[in-house]
């Protein structure tokens, strides 16, 4: 598995960061491609900036990658190449966080492996996975995508899976969850719960109510599956 040396994953809620997604030409960042980024820069939670861009790969785009975000070759012919739309995004975002759904296993991998080929450096900002978050935030869905979220906070989703549709989509979501993170901490400040680590994976474990009643488990999961009972047992991982 290839070592990339990110920046740390955050479960803040945060009043300045910038909130991006991407489109790619499939699911593996050692083959596929990054064929749009869009990014939009958040202060005092308000839109302040955006950068958003197609980016030609250089080749053909599958037919699978298409029926998802319906970007097409000819939809790519005079857009940069990824050298100089990753720089531009670096530039846009500066050192500030970033926020977005499912970015820690997908995104931050994509960008941290283009900007390593294209200029020689490595990818360090911090970030916030707003997947992680809703499975801390709101463990009664059974689905946490980011339309799952949308359409929970009532929330438009016309026109997912572009990059600056979704962009605009989780800021909102995240928005919202954070008014619920602050609640959830606030309770658990005055209930003396403080926040919970997993020693396996360094997330966030959840007190979630199973079969045998109730325990704690990693925010992680299915990827992490270390659980752990109220007294502070490990029972599985």
């Known amino acids: 598995m290839k070592i990339r040396n990110k920046g740390k994953r955050l479960g803040s809620y945060l009043n300045n960061y910038v909130v991006f ?3 790619t030409t499939g699911i593996n960042p050692e083959q596929d491609d990054i064929i749009e980024i869009s990014a939009l820069k958040i202060r005092e939670h308000e839109i302040a900036g955006e950068y958003s861009t197609l980016v030609n790969p250089g080749r053909h785009i599958p037919a699978g990658a298409t029926a998802v975000n319906g970007i097409t070759d000819d939809m790519v ?6 050298r100089t739309a990753i720089a531009g995004f670096l530039e846009f975002i500066e050192d500030g966080v970033l926020v977005g759904h499912n970015i820690h296993t997908f995104d931050t991998n994509f960008v941290y492996d283009a900007v390593w080929e294209a200029l020689g450096r490595e990818f360090q900002n911090d970030y916030v996975d707003t997947l992680f978050m809703a499975r801390r935030c709101l463990p009664e869905l059974s689905h946490h995508k980011l339309t799952d979220l949308a359409e929970h906070f009532h929330i438009e989703t016309k026109g997912a899976h572009r990059a600056l549709n979704d962009c605009i989509m989780n800021q909102k979501c995240y928005e919202e969850m954070g008014k619920i993170l602050e609640q959830k901490e606030k309770e658990e400040k005055n209930t003396g719960e403080g926040e919970l680590t997993c020693p396996v994976c360094g997330g966030i474990l959840i007190k979630r109510k199973g079969k045998y009643g109730y325990f704690y488990g990693c ?14 047992m490990p029972f599985r991982k």
């Open 21 to 23: 997604d991407l489109e």
């Open 219 to 232: 925010e992680g999961f299915p990827r992490c599956r270390f659980t752990q009972n109220i007294s502070g």
């Open 77 to 82: 012919v005079e857009a940069p190449d990824i």
